[in-house]
DNA sequence: GGGATTTGACCAGC
DNA sequence: GCTGGTCAAATCCC
């Protein structure tokens, strides 16, 4: 994150004392607040201006939702501890560059203060693909914790990781998911040819209902998910483009979705690799600039940008309760 | 056979 | 020493 960066550039680089660097801090959260507020009234005008028009209320609802998103991020990080100002801290050196790590350094429990958290009846469904690495009894709860990460964990050091633990047994049941670290892997499920879910929750629901079970949600919620998938794709160039293609009865894919699919077939994405395989840092053959060709009003989307969330983040029960930070 | 999941062990913080 | 987070060998599944 670039402010991040730049006040710590300022804060310990350049010798500033520790009161400037406060108030620096406490000016970036207060500015940060206001853009919440405001995107959130922004919000509340903009689909009050779009009532009932479809495409464009989904879109200006999704674009306003990641900007808040985005928001939300930067101040559980500005707020967290580990973000305070530094106040009677020596100023670093030269020599606090970060050394190389001989091995990866575990989570401390400063840091274990989640990125973001939400209580869901649908763990599984955030967009991004995940693997399951563990499992822990957490004492004085009834549940089990599940840990994940990214899929891309090593092919691309992704840090990302969520923690997903049943909180009831209520029908459905609700799960409490935190999420620790960024993607730094700027993939979201909609690369993979991987089920357009990710197996988080299958891992959770074949624990509850049985393979079986579980492979049958699987198959319906993909071929739904898939109609669904392209649907807003579909819907995602005509609002860009500001053209009304007609979707051919059964396909529901406009030029720029097949544009999207074509690319996925001829480029299908690695699959997560076992800690077997290459070495973390090297990136998988066949990888490319992640921007999809969609020719819409001389737009280049970026996947995750739009597209990708728009098909399968959080914001995929658009216009519902998709919207938790708003 | 390859990849994902399970699960006991290990490690670090408190 | 206890607890939570992660590792990695074993196992499972397709």
């Not at 108030?23 to 009234?41: C, F, K, N, S, Y």
């Not at 201006?49 to 200006?60: D, F, K, P, V």
């Not at 670093?92 to 400063?110: G, K, Q, V």
Request: with cysteine.
């Amino acid at each position: 994150m670039q402010t991040q960066s730049r006040l710590a550039v300022n804060g310990g680089g350049s010798g500033s004392s520790s009161s400037a660097s406060e108030d620096e801090h406490e000016v970036v959260i207060r500015e940060l607040t206001r853009g919440h507020e405001l995107t959130a009234q922004l919000r509340a005008e903009a689909l009050r201006a779009l009532r009932g028009q479809g495409q464009a209320e989904a879109t200006a609802a999704f674009i306003l939702q990641e900007v808040s998103r985005a928001f939300t991020v930067c101040l559980t990080i500005m707020s967290s501890p580990a973000r305070a100002p530094p106040s009677s801290q020596p100023p670093p050196t030269m020599e606090m560059a970060p050394a190389p790590a001989l091995a990866p350094p575990r989570r401390s429990r400063d840091d274990s203060i989640p990125r973001e958290q939400r209580t869901t009846s649908s763990p599984h469904n955030d967009g991004h693909q995940w693997r399951k690495y563990g499992q822990k009894r957490i004492t004085k709860t009834q549940f089990p914790r599940c840990y994940f990460k990214c899929s891309f964990h090593r092919e691309r050091n992704c840090r990302a990781t969520k923690q997903v633990q049943q909180c009831s047994n209520d029908d459905p049941p609700q799960y409490v998911v935190m999420y620790f670290n960024d993607h730094t892997c700027d993939t979201a499920a909609t690369s993979g040819m991987m089920p357009l879910d990710d197996l988080s929750g299958l891992v959770m629901a074949r624990q509850q209902a049985g393979q079986a079970g579980a492979r049958a949600l699987l198959d319906e919620r993909g071929v739904q998910e898939e109609h669904e998938r392209r649907l807003f794709v579909s819907s995602l160039a005509c609002v860009l483009g500001g053209h009304q293609q007609q979707s051919p009865a059964g396909s529901g894919t406009t030029a720029a979705a097949v544009a999207v699919n074509a690319g996925h077939q001829q480029e299908p994405p690695p699959r997560a690799r076992t800690r077997d395989d290459a070495p973390a840092g090297v990136d998988a053959p066949g990888e490319m600039p992640r921007i999809i060709d969609v020719d819409v009003a001389g737009l280049d989307v970026m996947d995750y940008d739009v597209t990708d969330a728009l098909c399968f983040g959080d914001s995929y029960d658009l216009p519902g309760d998709g919207f938790p930070f708003l």
